[in-house]
């Protein structure tokens, strides 16, 4: 087995442990509804703090890096942020009139499990354009030792939390334990399958639908943030001020790793 097979299975291994980690803690006890909601306004400043952040920049320049003026870039990158949005927010409306006209009693159930559909969504497509980067790095490293140590320490640095975030969204739906650590369990498994189809394909893959891809994941975060997951976050009103505090640091906390890991995620 090569040394970057090696490799690839270890930082595997790695984002499979931290992804479950991250995953399970909402469903380690019973929470009350004040705490998941607490949880759910991190989660929407997570959520928006990576499209803002990490997506939506880490878009336009893949678009650059692939010879487009600068200008043509970002406009091709908000283009494609936009239909992310638009199409996520089509697809809830409609599943929305379909649900309601089946069970008018259960509108805000259906409208949580919505939110978990988005948001699984959204990370998906994320989780996906991750693995097909670590992938990439890997074959990279040959030349540079340090680029796939460099994209696994990112992916490592928001998986916990973004798992927690999409985990917190089961929860908020009531989905059961059971079905909500199968959930996770399925999800956790983008990354690793996302990788090695781009390890063993590295040639195939233009980085051109990877900028792509990233900006419809910017549109589906900001859906999920400001739709979904900031209107439940303010649900109880008493605690505005609490819930503020709290996206302010879901928002601060993928600030912070974005620093740490150099701002620089797939390239």
Same mark, same amino acid.
């Given at each position: 087995?090569?040394?970057?097979?090696?490799?690839?299975?270890?930082?595997?291994?790695?984002?499979?442990?931290?992804?479950?980690?991250?995953?399970?803690?909402?469903?380690?006890?019973?929470?009350?509804?004040?705490?998941?909601?607490?949880?759910?306004?991190?989660? @929407?400043?997570?959520?928006?703090?990576?499209?803002?952040?990490?997506?939506?920049?880490?878009?336009?320049?893949?678009?650059?890096?692939?010879?487009?003026?600068?200008?043509?870039?970002? /406009?091709?990158?908000?283009?494609?942020?936009?239909?992310?949005?638009?199409?996520?927010?089509?697809?809830?409306?409609?599943?929305?009139?379909?649900?309601?006209?089946?069970?008018?009693?259960?509108?805000?159930?259906?409208?949580?499990?919505?939110?978990?559909?988005?948001?699984?969504?959204?990370?998906?497509?994320?989780?996906?354009?991750?693995?097909? @980067?670590?992938?990439?790095?890997?074959?990279?490293?040959? /030349?540079?030792?340090?680029?796939?140590?460099?994209?696994?320490?990112?992916?490592?640095?928001?998986?916990?939390?973004?798992?927690?975030?999409?985990?917190?969204?089961?929860?908020? @739906?009531?989905?059961?334990?059971?079905?909500?650590?199968?959930?996770?369990?399925?999800?956790?498994?983008?990354?690793?399958?996302?990788?090695?189809?781009?390890?063993?394909?590295?040639?195939?893959?233009?980085?051109?639908?990877?900028?792509?891809?990233? @900006?419809?994941?910017?549109?589906?975060?900001?859906?999920?943030?400001?739709?979904?997951?900031?209107?439940?976050?303010?649900?109880?009103?008493?605690?505005?001020?609490?819930?503020?505090?709290?996206?302010?640091?879901?928002?601060?906390?993928?600030?912070?790793?974005?620093?740490?890991?150099?701002?620089?995620?797939?390239?």
């Amino acid at each position: 087995m090569s040394d970057t097979l090696v490799e690839l299975v270890l930082y595997l291994l790695a984002i499979i442990v931290v992804s479950l980690i991250g995953g399970a803690l909402p469903y380690m006890r019973r929470w009350g509804s004040s705490n998941l909601h607490y949880f759910v306004a991190i989660s @929407a400043g997570v959520f928006i703090g990576a499209s803002f952040l990490i997506l939506i920049p880490e878009a336009i320049n893949t678009l650059i890096e692939e010879g487009g003026d600068v200008h043509d870039a970002v /406009s091709h990158a908000l283009m494609w942020v936009m239909i992310g949005f638009i199409l996520l927010l089509m697809i809830e409306i409609i599943i929305k009139e379909r649900h309601e006209k089946k069970c008018r009693n259960h509108t805000n159930e259906h409208k949580h499990k919505l939110t978990s559909l988005a948001a699984f969504t959204g990370l998906g497509i994320h989780s996906a354009v991750d693995g097909l @980067a670590l992938g990439a790095a890997i074959v990279a490293s040959e /030349s540079n030792s340090e680029l796939g140590t460099v994209v696994l320490l990112a992916i490592l640095a928001h998986k916990a939390i973004d798992l927690f975030s999409l985990s917190t969204t089961f929860c908020l @739906a009531d989905v059961p334990r059971k079905q909500g650590l199968i959930n996770i369990g399925l999800f956790t498994l983008i990354t690793p399958i996302a990788a090695i189809i781009s390890f063993f394909a590295v040639d195939l893959i233009d980085s051109a639908p990877i900028g792509i891809l990233m @900006a419809l994941a910017g549109g589906t975060f900001t859906f999920v943030g400001m739709y979904d997951l900031l209107p439940e976050a303010f649900h109880e009103k008493r605690n505005n001020y609490k819930a503020y505090a709290l996206v302010v640091i879901g928002i601060l906390l993928i600030f912070i790793l974005n620093m740490l890991t150099g701002g620089a995620h797939t390239h």
